[in-house]
């Protein structure tokens, strides 16, 4: 039969910083990748490409995940959450992922949101709706129930429901 899982990838390179030499790119790795996105694209344009699929099968039923994975400085955060003060701003022009993904969430006719945010950063978890307050990451105790396969388990990260909208 077809398998329930569905994985879809996405590069995003950043521009590169004056200080910073030009890098050689793996070309296999993306060419591995179901988007690259260039580093003139614009944050409209990767939430298109990368999370408003997800939204899309959110609405089907599926329970979908965001992950930004890569080194210090790779653009991660601008990537899922803009640009430093674009949450501030008037114009949402330069949001990232997650702003824009909430903001058509609460535009859907009776949905209820239950979110969480964990950080994993040198081998360590935060949750960040709690003030990067550090959680445990460990084997599941016997009878403990987690949502997650393999037997790892985050114990402790806050978990805010937004209620209908």
């Not at 995003?12 to 050689?24: D, F, V």
């Not at 060419?31 to 614009?42: K, V, W």
């Not at 460990?138 to 985050?154: D, F, I, Y």
Request: aromatic content about 6%; charged content about 15%; overall charge neutral.
């Amino acid at each position: 039969g077809r398998s329930v899982y569905s994985i879809t990838t996405g590069v995003r390179l950043r521009p590169s910083q004056s200080r910073e030499t030009p890098s050689t790119l793996d070309h296999g790795a993306l060419m591995r990748s179901h988007h690259f996105l260039a580093p003139s694209t614009s944050q409209e344009s990767a939430y298109s490409a990368l999370a408003r699929p997800c939204l899309e099968k959110l609405g089907l039923g599926y329970s979908v995940s965001l992950v930004a994975y890569g080194q210090t400085g790779s653009g991660k955060t601008h990537t899922m959450f803009g640009p430093p003060g674009s949450l501030r701003s008037d114009s949402a022009a330069e949001w990232g992922l997650m702003p824009r993904l909430l903001s058509d969430l609460l535009d859907t006719p009776n949905v209820t949101l239950s979110a969480s945010a964990v950080e994993v950063y040198q081998d360590l978890a935060y949750d960040l709706l709690s003030d990067s307050c550090p959680l445990t990451v460990g084997s599941k105790g016997r009878g403990q129930q987690t949502g997650v396969r393999n037997n790892v388990a985050v114990a402790g990260p806050i978990s805010g429901t937004l209620g209908a909208v």
